[in-house]
């Protein structure tokens, strides 16, 4: 994806989903694009982690970078995109912890991380958001601690591990 993408600064929706054509990394200029409130790079190959710039995109309502070869950690700083309603990270190769900040997705309705290596603790201020009137699911794989999660469904649906609220 080149660099140019940053220039696009009054785009509200960015949609590439499953174009197996692009590959590459996810580029740091998509931060710029501050009034963007959909970002759709599901299944394009992407590889490398998530760059920090996209932290700045607290207009961001639904975030899809599932279906990648993303690695590393999913970071702290995606907890700014306080309008979030749909987060999901499915099918990369994320490690590590699911970040507190993310409890900061008061309108989140769904919440995709499984099919990652992600272990640890489900943080509460993240289960605090199943209790949101507009919540309807949290996908993450069977293998976490989960202190809220009320059911750990093997092979509901489109997932083969996930909890579902």
Excluded at 1 to 20: H, I, Q, V, W, Y
Excluded at 33 to 39: A, F, G, R, V
Excluded at 67 to 96: A, H, Q
Excluded at 109 to 136: H, K, M, W, Y
Aim: charged share 25%; proline share 4%.
């Amino acid at each position: 994806l080149p660099s140019e993408l940053g220039r696009l600064t009054n785009l509200k929706m960015f949609d590439l989903a499953r174009n197996e054509r692009i590959n590459g990394t996810v580029p740091k200029e998509i931060g710029l694009m501050t009034n963007l409130e959909h970002l759709e790079l599901d299944g394009l190959g992407l590889s490398g982690s998530i760059p920090k710039e996209l932290g700045n995109l607290s207009n961001m309502k639904w975030f899809d970078l599932s279906n990648n070869s993303l690695e590393g950690s999913i970071p702290s700083f995606l907890g700014n995109m306080t309008k979030m309603e749909f987060f999901l990270l499915r099918r990369n190769l994320l490690t590590g912890t699911i970040p507190s900040e993310l409890g900061m997705f008061k309108k989140i309705r769904i919440f995709s991380a499984d099919r990652n290596g992600l272990t640890g603790i489900v943080p509460e201020q993240v289960c605090t958001l199943t209790e949101s009137d507009t919540f309807l699911e949290m996908q993450l794989d069977c293998n976490m601690d989960c202190e809220c999660c009320k059911l750990c469904n093997i092979g509901f649906d489109f997932c083969d591990e996930a909890f579902h609220w």
